[in-house]
């Protein structure tokens, strides 16, 4: 029975989020090496304000020491390693780690570095959109090279990315039955990322990864990798590309993934594949008690 570990990225963060950790000598090793690597705490910013852990800066390195952190431990205490890993824009970068590209020191500068250059945008707007025909946005969209789909999250969830004053022409022209406006400075996703990509290249070029040792698939390609150099440049692509992740979701089911584990705070990965993959058994690991009770289901069923 395949298994696929999910990483979520930016918006499922949440006050309080990877506290209960710091109960653990392993955990508790990692938080005061990513202290020594920001410059700030990651505890110290899960505590605070809403306000302050949503900004781009210190939303994006706090998943990822979190989620790392969590997927240690999964690895330390599973009889079930995965077969596949795959994570949400930010979520990629961990499931690189989880995979051996590279190690945690360097995922945390990659994640701070690409944190700063995104937060940097400007200019640009996104919008979640909910209930709509997917022909008509297409056709929108389409008729609006300023926009593009950035989220492909399943068949009647996107985000769109673009200028502000596109993004609202094409909001005039589509029927949607739900849009939220996200609280992002920059377009995410899309070809206004250009200039903050080419900078993230050159970062890059300098850092070097291994070949995975669990198959990787990618935002900007679902089909799995384990090559090191396709992986990298599938990180340059991320940047401007979309997340497709309606289509990773359909790559699991045909690479007969039975259970997926959503690593990480909260549940949106597992919302959309219930969705989408409703055959796909789902597992939430965020805290130690689910760490826990995960470890006493796969007794279970050993």
């Known amino acids: 029975m395949a298994t696929a570990w999910l990483f979520p990225g930016q918006g499922s963060q949440a006050v309080g989020m990877g506290v209960d950790l710091n109960t653990l000598e392993a955990a508790q090793a990692k938080f005061k090496q990513a202290a020594a690597i920001l410059g700030w705490s990651v505890l110290e910013v899960c505590e605070s304000e809403e306000e302050k852990l949503s900004q781009t800066r210190y939303t994006q390195p706090c998943l990822y020491v979190i989620e790392a952190i969590l997927a240690d431990?999964?690895?330390?205490?599973?009889?079930?390693q995965?077969?596949?890993?795959?994570?949400h824009s930010l979520g990629e970068y961990v499931a690189l780690y989880a995979a051996g590209v590279f190690d945690f020191e360097t995922g945390l500068k990659l994640v701070k570095q690409r944190a700063e250059v995104m937060s940097q945008a400007s200019g640009g707007k996104m919008v979640a959109l909910m209930g709509f025909k997917r022909d008509q946005l297409n056709a929108g969209i389409e008729n609006n090279p300023d926009v593009v789909i950035a989220n492909d999250n399943n068949e009647t969830q996107v985000v769109i990315s673009g200028t502000p004053a596109a993004v609202d022409a094409l909001l005039e022209n589509v029927?949607?039955?739900?849009?939220?406006?996200?609280?992002?400075s920059g377009a995410f996703h899309s070809p206004l990322m250009s200039q903050a990509a080419q900078e993230f290249e050159a970062i890059l070029a300098d850092v070097n990864f291994v070949e995975a040792q669990i198959p990787?698939?990618?935002?900007?390609?679902?089909?799995?990798?384990?090559?090191?150099?396709?992986?990298?440049q599938r990180l340059v692509q991320q940047m401007t590309g979309s997340v497709r992740w309606r289509e990773i979701m359909l790559q699991l089911a045909d690479s007969e993934v039975k259970k997926a584990v959503e690593v990480g705070p909260g549940q949106v990965l597992?919302?959309?594949?219930?969705?989408?993959?409703?055959?796909?058994?789902?597992?939430?690991?965020?805290?130690?008690?689910?760490?826990?009770?995960?470890?006493?289901?796969?007794?279970?069923h050993a």
């Open 73 to 80: 431990l999964l690895k330390a205490q599973s009889q079930q």
């Open 82 to 87: 995965p077969q596949f890993v795959a994570g």
């Open 175 to 184: 029927k949607v039955r739900r849009a939220i406006p996200l609280k992002v």
């Open 216 to 232: 990787v698939i990618s935002n900007v390609d679902p089909n799995p990798s384990t090559e090191a150099t396709v992986l990298k």
């Open 270 to 300: 597992s919302g959309l594949l219930k969705r989408s993959q409703p055959a796909i058994e789902r597992f939430n690991v965020g805290t130690v008690e689910d760490l826990k009770a995960l470890s006493n289901e796969e007794l279970t």
